[in-house]
């Protein structure tokens, strides 16, 4: 069995990503320490960077680690309280917080000898500690972007990013703007609705949308984490199934989101203004869920301009490119994050990151750092999952046990990837983000790592069931007994063993009726 010999890994962000990462590379063996410059753990969900009304766009049974389920006390759509809680409870159940290093930043990762040096500043002042390996869990939402406007600055009310409207007094009884259309943007717009004396959304462009819950109160979350409906998004490469559905069968798929698009606008019933430009999977890479706004939005709480502000002429005056003038309080900007990486050496950043594109074998792995990974990148409808996941394949790999191809070809992988990206989701081409792209990524980090692709036992719920956590539970242990016996297959009863076997039945069937017509 392949041990880390107490090698020491490091690890920056305490956020989702960060915990799991810690908690596998611990029970591998390693020596871990996790930094964080916020004084909680927990990364985007806490309480300082959470605006009023926040909830998960995953039900609680996706939006889990796989061996920790939420309690059956929180909503089926968690809050950003019950999030906190969840992550709390996952450091306590698992004894984390000996690992966590809260209030302490690191503000350089240089490349020496054998691992890396990190600088950080904390409590105790200013230290220069030394790793074996060193895993990046920061987040991608890590600089809020707002835009540069003119007389921004000069102007008379209140400008913020929607992570820092935190305080629910900043909306009660004011005007307020917000600017966008993702979901943060219609979370905020909600909220201004129902506090504020009055709301407007300006946006550019509408995305698509999810409700909550589809008929019978399923929640929505379902019709996306399957593989069934994940086999009509275009992956990078494909079963022959997908080949024809993204091929001859092209028009079947069309004809298959142009109805479910329809479908979801009718049951959020939609204002016709709030229609994307096209039908799904166009804009997948900015779907959320988000009922209260168009609630909001049908009582008329919320005023909708499809514009965007073109300056602060002055005052609390904001104007709009199409030269209405509106009059605010406060400004909310929900337009997005910078990916930054400030505290990488600079010759480490640029090998990371090319042209603002993130150069991550299979969203993980800088092909000439091996000890250098990235935990979080694979962004997608399901974070938790794919964290936990990539988490066992680098620790896998720290510890010898990964055959990964030659670096060219792994930078030749990256770019045949981050073309595909660039093709299905313009609107994220910097490489960190999978959105549903969820079992594909998911199965090749399996097959890397010699595990099973196949969780279920039959091809019917392999495809058509949510895509759950659980389902993954045993990873940490499936990987020990490849250690100890090789890899073993899974029973699993596919479409083709089933139709056999079906037909085997037919024929026995039809035989036994000829034999017995026979003698009579």
Known sequence: MTSAGGKRVGIIGAGIAGLVTAKVMRDDGFDVVVFD???AAGGVWIEARTYPGLRTNNSRDTYAYSEHPYPESSDVFPTAGQVREYLASYVERFGLSALLRLSTEVIRVTEVDDGFELKVVGPEGVEDLRFDFVVVCAGVFSTPRIPDIEGRAEFGGVVLHSSQATDPSVFAGRRVIVVGAGKSALDCAAYAGEHARECTLVFRKAHPMLPRFMPGGVPSDRIVLNRFTES??????QTRIERFLHGPGKGITEKYWRLLSAYLRLLL???KIMTPDAPLPAGIENLGV????FRMARRRRIALRRDRIAAFPGGTAVELAGGTRLDADVVVFATGWRQELEFLAPELEKTVRTEGRFQLYRHILPPTLPRLG??????SDACQLTAEISAHWLSQHFLGELALPKADDM???ITRVGK???????????????GPYLTHHIDELMRDMGLPVRRTDNFVSEYFDTLLPGRYADLAEERLQLRVRGSRRRRYMSAGRSLGGLAALTLAYAAYRRLRGSSN
Do not use: T
């Open 37 to 39: 410059k916020e004084d």
């Open 232 to 237: 009509f998004f275009r992956y990078h490469r």
């Open 269 to 271: 019933r939609s204002p």
């Open 290 to 293: 988000s009922d209260e706004f």
């Open 374 to 379: 990235f935990i979080g990148y694979a962004s």
């Open 411 to 413: 930078h030749s992988e």
């Open 420 to 434: 595909w990206l660039g093709e299905v989701m313009p609107a994220r081409p910097e490489g960190y983000y999978l």
